[in-house]
T-cell receptor, first 112, second 115 residues
Framework: QKEVEQNSGPLSVPEGAIASLNCTYSDRGSQSFFWYRQYSGKSPELIMF????GDKEDGRFTAQLNKASQYVSLLIRDSQPSDSATYLCAVNVGGGADGLTFGKGTHLIIQP | DGGITQSPKYLFRKEGQNVTLSCEQNLNHDAMYWYRQDPGQGLRLIYY???????QKGDIAEGYSVSREKKESFPLTVTSAQKNPTAFYLC??????????????FGDGTRLSIL
């Protein structure tokens, strides 16, 4: 059974601080990992993806992957109120064009 | 503009009725997907198609059917056998099964409710 676990939150972070979102996955052979942002009532929007161990940076966002620990995280620097949303972690087990396995999401609140 | 178009945005189903959700993409993507999202939950895979005229069941395919007659289109039918169809339905696509680790991009979704 493929599982992706996230803390549902809410995670409350002051504006300008670093928000740290975490995700663990059960299938050790998982190939690629995705972070989506979902505003209330809207569809998911791709933020970052990563498939090699280490860090990947894109603007204010950094994705971190540790395959040995089966752990992937998303850091948001200089958090803004517009970052308030639910963040979904998704895993592609096979790396091909099969479907993704999603966590239930972490609700992030940035306090002005 | 290139993108994924889902219609309708809202849909109501009567008991015993089949309904079809539309998903069209003009991104020239080979692979398309259908997910279901229940309140406070993550997305769950219903069906996916890697190429035209081929599709596979996902984790929760019972009570649903799909077709992939054209590259651009991947309609989802919610049949009367699906006893709890109220959910947010999301269609996604990715470039090709031939390139590994490609991200999926989503349409705006269809909200289905029972009358």
């Amino acid at each position: 059974q493929k599982e992706v676990e996230q803390n549902s939150g809410p995670l409350s972070v002051p504006e300008g601080a670093i928000a740290s979102l975490n995700c663990t996955y059960s299938d050790r052979g998982s190939q690629s990992f995705f972070w989506y942002r979902q505003y209330s009532g809207k569809s998911p929007e791709l933020i970052m993806f990563i498939y090699s161990n280490g860090d990947k940076e894109d603007g204010r966002f950094t994705a971190q992957l540790n395959k040995a620990s089966q752990y992937v995280s998303l850091l948001i620097r200089d958090s803004q109120p517009s970052d308030s949303a639910t963040y979904l972690c998704a895993v592609n087990v096979g790396g091909g064009a099969d479907g993704l396995t999603f966590g239930k999401g972490t609700h992030l609140i940035i306090q002005p | 503009d290139g993108g994924i178009t889902q219609s309708p945005k809202y849909l109501f189903r009567k008991e015993g009725q089949n309904v079809t959700l539309s998903c069209e993409q003009n991104l020239n993507h080979d692979a398309m997907y259908w997910y279901r999202q229940d309140p406070g939950q993550g997305l769950r895979l219903i069906y996916y198609s890697q190429i035209v005229n081929d599709f596979q069941k996902g984790d929760i395919a019972e009570g649903y059917s799909v077709s992939r007659e054209k590259k651009e289109s991947f309609p989802l039918t919610v049949t009367s056998a699906q006893k709890n169809p109220t959910a947010f339905y999301l269609c996604a696509s990715s470039i090709t099964r031939l390139i590994r680790n490609q991200p999926q991009h989503f349409g705006d979704g269809t909200r289905l409710s029972i009358l």
